[in-house]
């Protein structure tokens, strides 16, 4: 099963992303997790990508586009992926369909989950102060001013996306704002019908 979650910061993708995981036994691609992957190990694309990331801007399309070309091609995505943060602009979901075609792959479903934008602010601090109770390292862009910055790049680039998928007719949009559990049940209608 090949995936698709959209949906602003601070939406759920992460968390649901994790039960389909369990459920289905392929991988998470989460192009945020890999990106801070490289910030951490240094790497070249990580040292490019870090002072944007902070900000709350967006990365390159070249650079993510190779990230995810690399990623799907390895042997633990074959039966299938759940592609989380990517696409987040149209000339992303552009390359993303055509490496899709490439490989002969199809997608079983794009998801998006609507939330209301102000109720995300406080997701994301929660989640920080969450980060913080157990001990670990909030994200340099978890504050106010860099997540400002991340709901416009969402508002101008990624919103878009959603609106490619839908003009398509292959767009499914599940409530947000509902509790995880329910939230996780309705994922999966959508992924049934
Ligand atoms: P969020 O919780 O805001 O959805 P992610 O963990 O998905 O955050 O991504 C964190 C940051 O990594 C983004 O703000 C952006 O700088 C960068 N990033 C992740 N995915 C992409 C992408 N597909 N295109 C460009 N930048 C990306």
């Known amino acids: 099963m090949r995936l698709i979650l959209l949906g602003p910061p601070g939406a759920g993708k992460g968390t649901q992303a994790a039960r389909l995981v369990e459920k289905h036994g392929i991988p998470q ?9 490289a910030v951490k190990a240094g790497t070249p694309v990580g040292l490019q990508a870090k002072s944007v990331m902070d900000a709350g801007g967006l990365v390159s399309d070249e650079i993510v586009v190779g ?6 091609s390895e042997a ?4 299938g992926f759940i592609l989380d943060g990517f696409p987040r602009t149209v000339a992303q979901a552009e390359a993303l369909d055509a490496m899709l075609a ?8 794009i998801v998006e989950l609507k939330v209301d934008e102000s109720a995300l602010l406080s997701r994301i601090e929660n989640r920080a102060r969450e980060t913080v109770a157990a001990g670990g390292t909030v994200r340099a862009d978890d504050n106010p001013a860099a997540f400002e910055k991340r709901l416009v790049a969402y508002r101008e680039q990624t919103a878009p996306v959603s609106d490619y998928y839908a003009g398509r007719g292959v767009l499914k949009t599940i409530d947000g704002m509902a509790p995880v559990d329910a939230v996780s049940e309705a994922l999966d209608a959508a992924l049934a019908r």
Do not use: F, Q, V
């Open 29 to 37: 691609l989460s192009t945020g997790d890999m990106l801070r992957a």
């Open 67 to 72: 990230i995810i070309a690399d990623r799907i």
């Open 102 to 109: 490439e490989r002969g792959m199809m997608l079983r479903a």
């Open 76 to 79: 633990d995505a074959k039966a």
